[in-house]
T-cell receptor, first 108, second 110 residues
Framework: RKEVEQDPGPFNVPEGATVAFNCTYS??????FFWYRQDCRKEPKLLMS???SGNEDGRFTAQLNRASQYISLLIRDSKLSDSATYLC?????????FGTGTSLTVIP | DVKVTQSSRYLVKRTGEKVFLECVQD?????MFWYRQDPGLGLRLIYF???????EKGDIPEGYSVSREKKERFSLILESASTNQTSMYLC?????????FGPGTRLTVL
């Protein structure tokens, strides 16, 4: 079983739409959770950490559900510039485990 | 800002060549990682190191070795490059809570 499972998409949404991504993780001892953004042919860059209480950064909201072992990312009022691949990541011990990424294309 | 640098952005090598990929971080992190990323397979961990001269195998270590002689530097070595090692190689460095990536090396083995 994979450490982290993520729907690969692709998600194609119109500008202004709200879109949500989810990931599930298998190890209940996982300690930290993240969302990364990766543009085409670039490295992943940290978008935001995910806290149990949920956290928001502008149009982006991240949630963690430890009981069900999933994390989510909500993007409101999508912009063309949001088009990218979004990867969830889980930190367990010294290692980070990544989902395969969900591709998002925002259409004019 | 954390900075992770990799020695090359693009590299073309021939089958059987020995290949060195260098990674340097400037944040005094103890943990460093090498991944490869392929379409549909996501990031796969090759090796990681949590201290100087320490190394641990990741999920796909076959065909690779690593070296960590200094804290800031973590090298990935392909002893005899093969075409199935054509990939994007990403180095990362982490604190306790966050992981930061270098810009990646796109390696093509002909």
């Amino acid at each position: 079983r994979k450490e982290v499972e993520q729907d690969p998409g692709p998600f194609n949404v119109p500008e202004g739409a709200t879109v949500a991504f989810n990931c599930t993780y298998s190890n209940s001892a996982s300690q930290s959770f993240f969302w990364y953004r990766q543009d085409c042919r670039k490295e992943p860059k940290l978008l935001m950490s995910v806290y149990s209480s949920g956290n928001e950064d502008g149009r982006f909201t991240a949630q963690l559900n430890r009981a069900s072992q999933y994390i989510s990312l909500l993007i409101r009022d999508s912009k063309l510039s949001d088009s990218a691949t979004y990867l969830c990541a889980v930190n367990t011990g010294n290692q980070f485990y990544f989902g395969t990424g969900t591709s998002l294309t925002v259409i004019p | 800002d954390v900075k992770v640098t990799q020695s090359s952005r693009y590299l073309v090598k021939r089958t059987g060549e020995k290949v060195f990929l260098e990674c340097v971080q400037d944040m005094d992190h103890e943990n460093m990682f090498w991944y490869r990323q392929d379409p549909g397979l996501g990031l796969r961990l090759i090796y990681f190191s949590y201290d100087v001269k320490m190394k641990e195998k990741g999920d796909i270590p076959e065909g690779y070795s690593v070296s960590r002689e200094k804290k800031e530097r973590f090298s990935l070595i392909l002893e005899s490059a093969s075409t199935n090692q054509t990939s994007m190689y990403l180095c990362a460095s982490s604190s306790i809570t966050e992981q930061f990536f270098g810009p990646g090396t796109r390696l093509t083995v002909l």
